[in-house]
């Protein structure tokens, strides 16, 4: 009777739970199963686990043999317990040192030569050793991923027969080693011709984290506006970049099934999807539950085109994660919760034509068809966007190659992190993150701004949420003026950027 144990992770969200896989041989006629909740690619393994083995020149015992990996209750997928199998498989027949095994976690999939093959979330498990005090054994493929959690132990490996060569005391592993980070801030903001207005929202929006609106005809540069918002944010710090890492390290995407590139890992991330993407692409799901659009934008940016266009059902599950920074997914078999705290940027048309309140006149739609249009977009969804901004079709002189350009991204981030800086000092968060009772703190008014604020809410038929956003927005740009109190001058400013709303009050009047 021989038995081993194994020390390996299995993929939760973006947790990554400790898996012991334990393997007995016994008497019998020659068998194997694996029991511990495997889904079907884990009970593949056998078949995987055997020609590796007998490819890497070990005997396959003819014995009765049973894996189990536990815990029990915990749902297994995926062929990243392949490795741990075969080790353990040998450790117990005596081919290969059964101390060696104990302070180091093993992950990857087998090929049938015994080669390798990469694996998703490795992120997470490497987090996870670190925490453990173990080592991490994975294939090389995701040495660079492991290699980016600090202080992590890690070692990569091309073949079954490398890992048993180095447990043997033969061969020394390689390390993981983490590629030269690039650091890119993306697109320039002086590319923007003109849109004074749009660029100073951008700014505000950049500076408190605040969501976004741009309003304006086809052509007018709304999608190259949102596009220039990841470069105006302050650097990720690392424990931002790794949380948004380790999302992207699990959602199955990408080479080798993950959506990481190890080398960008410290960019801000920027979504786009297309409009026609459904509610379970945005928030994530299905029968394993993977992250969705709004998770991979985590300490990002999401960019939401031709807004109208989209699934009223798809856009409705967007409301509770503006608010609450988190999704829930929820199954028959299990719960998954993944990070969701994004920076919405959308865009639309003002018109089913696009060019209701052009200049040109061009637009023929009626009053009801501009309605409707609108109306796809719920109240609820309009009311938890801070800044609401027009974006004017740009006269021709505005665009000549010989034409002035704005400010560049670099000048607009020095004052977004000033601002940033101010804050963070103030309440630890950016403004838009305040709760309402940090709001009345930090936002308080003067007697006569106050009033001229109730007058605004009464007069644009506010709710209290959009009444303490402005509030906030105020705020973000009383911190860009470097100013300790609101001023009404920043007052006015906030209420400004509430453009769907004034247009909603003058139908109802």
Known sequence: MGLALVHSRARAGVHAPAVRVEVHLAGGLPSMSIVGLPEAAVR???DRVRAAIQCAQFEFPARRITVNLAPADLRKDGGRFDLAIALGILAASGQVPLDALREVEFLG?????GELRA????LPAALAAVAAGRRLVVPTDNGAEAALVRDIDASTARTLLEVCAALEGRKTLPPATAPAAIRLHGPDLADVRGQAQ????LEVAAAGNHHLLLVGPPGCGKTLLASRLTGLLPQASEAEALQSAAIASVSGVGAGGSGLDPARWRERPYRSPHHTASAVALVGGGAEPRPG???????GVLFLDELPEWDRRALEVLREPLESG???ISRAARQSEFPARFQLVAAMNPCP????GDPSGRCRCHADAIARYRARISGPLLDRIDLHVDVPRLPPSELRPDAPAGESSAAVRAR???ARAVQHARAGKANAQLTQAETMVACRLSDADQALLERAIDSLQLSARSMHRILRVARTIADLAGSADIATAHLTEALGYRRIDRGLAQQVA
């Open 109 to 113: 999939e087998l090929g049938l030569t």
């Open 293 to 299: 659009e709004i998770s991979l934008a985590h300490n």
């Open 416 to 418: 977004v992190e000033a």
């Open 119 to 122: 694996i998703d979330g490795v």
């Open 326 to 328: 988190v999704v829930t």
């Open 198 to 201: 749009a660029r100073r929202a």
């Open 353 to 356: 034509c696009g060019w209701a």
């Open 44 to 46: 593949e393994a056998k």
